[in-house]
């Protein structure tokens, strides 16, 4: 079983920064991709970040320039940081692995941003 712990959301201000964790544990073989993916209310989930075990990124379209992700292999980590962030990044941030040749979804944390 393997599960996805997630942290870091919370109530921040335009302009602000938050820095999201995502760690995986249990009987995980490999991790070929981890990501944050969010879902704002009446809204479809939308990829925000990905890194493949290489280190490949990828963005969404609305969070480049703004938003970092970055990995910790040897801790099975994912990290988001967020920098002037804006009232459309509010949402609910869940952590998504693709290990053991499959995906793996947390729960999801909240970040809202107040104009």
């Known amino acids: 079983q393997v599960q996805l712990v997630e942290s870091g959301g919370g109530l921040v201000q335009a302009g602000g920064s938050l820095r999201l964790s995502c760690a995986a544990s249990g009987s995980i073989f490999s991790i070929n991709v981890m990501g944050w993916y969010r879902q704002a209310p009446g809204k479809q989930r939308e990829l925000v970040a990905r890194i493949y075990s290489g280190g490949i990124t990828n963005y969404g379209d609305s969070v480049k320039g703004r938003f970092t992700i970055s990995r910790d292999n040897a801790k099975n980590t994912v990290y988001l940081q967020m920098n002037s962030l804006k009232p459309e990044d509010t949402a609910v941030y869940s952590c998504?692995?693709?290990?053991?040749?499959?995906?793996?979804w947390g729960k999801g944390t909240q970040v809202t941003v107040s104009s």
């Open positions: 998504n692995i693709f290990a053991n040749l499959r995906d793996y």
